[in-house]
């Protein structure tokens, strides 16, 4: 796999210029988006919020695209991982600049909290492994696909396929409404599976958990979900905790599918 890459001084020239691009493009996204709430007045904590919202939306949108914009597995790797790795850098401004982030404070039951809803060092670290999941698995998924075209489909795919478990408060509801409507005894038993299902499922409940004691930050009960009760999940359904590194297991689980099913399709096509 190695012999497809140039020499090293070589392959860095050509790379640089796509590291550079990856990195600055996802600093203005998600420090902009910060900076932009901040402006806005909506304070230190929904500024902080809505950046990480950001980022896992970001990490959706040009990971994909990333990993289709090359062939060749190392440069698909660094470029989707540079915007992984460029976030985290992000996040690290926004503990700098926020009051308080930086340091953060251990409560009487270990938890490390910021002061004022602000994200901490830990906290970013945390965020970073399900970005860094929803990469690898993008990179993963538009491996399996081949030539130039089946890499953009794919990409696609994959995209539509992460923004689907970014959404799934909105559109779970039929399936938890059906399954808490079953005629059988276990109905409520199915019910709260489906809603763990759902919850686990998605990146932005992990970035929730692994920032939980700073910003107390729930999908399902922000304003504008809860209001206009775009969800089941909440009140008619309540899902148990999500441990913050759910997703990057189960994004991880399908990088590995995706790598074993490569494999064993290029085992085969080589026996023939």
Same mark, same amino acid.
């Given at each position: 796999m190695f012999r497809e890459l140039p020499p090293l001084r070589t392959f860095l020239r050509q790379e640089l210029w796509?590291? %550079? !691009? %990856?990195a600055a493009a996802t600093m203005v996204v998600i420090v902009g988006v910060y900076a932009a709430g901040r402006w806005g007045g909506v304070g %230190?904590?929904? @500024?902080? /919020? @809505? @950046? &990480?919202v950001a980022a896992a939306v970001w990490m959706t949108l040009v990971g994909p695209a990333l990993a289709a914009s090359s062939g060749e597995w190392v440069r698909q790797l660094l470029r989707a991982g540079t915007a992984a790795d460029a976030a985290l850098v992000a996040m690290w401004v926004i503990v700098a600049v926020s009051p308080g982030g930086a340091g953060g404070e #251990? !409560?009487?039951?270990g938890v490390v909290s910021g002061a004022g809803g602000t994200l901490t060092f830990w906290g970013a670290c945390k965020v970073y492994v399900t970005l860094a999941a929803m990469a690898a698995a993008a990179v993963f998924v538009v491996r399996m696909a081949r030539g130039v075209w089946a890499r953009q489909a794919a990409a696609l %795919? $994959? *995209?539509?396929g992460l923004f689907a478990l970014l959404a799934t408060p909105l559109w779970t509801g039929g399936i938890i409404a059906a399954a808490s409507a079953s005629s059988r005894d276990n109905a409520r038993h199915w019910r709260d599976r489906v809603t763990t299902a759902a919850v686990w499922a998605n990146p932005v409940y992990s970035i929730a958990s692994a920032t939980a004691a700073e910003l107390q930050y729930t999908p399902h009960? *922000?304003?504008? #979900?809860?209001?206009?009760? =775009?969800? &089941? #999940?909440g009140d008619y359904a309540t899902p148990t905790p999500t441990p913050w590194f759910v997703a990057a297991i =189960? =994004? !991880? !689980? /399908? *990088?590995? /599918? $995706? #790598?074993v099913i490569r494999a064993v399709r290029r085992k085969v096509t080589s026996d023939k």
């Open positions: 796509w590291w %550079v !691009g %990856v %230190v904590r929904n @500024a902080t /919020v @809505a @950046a &990480l #251990i !409560g009487e039951s %795919v $994959c *995209s539509a009960q *922000s304003d504008y #979900i809860y209001s206009a009760e =775009l969800t &089941l #999940i =189960l =994004l !991880g !689980g /399908v *990088s590995v /599918v $995706c #790598i």
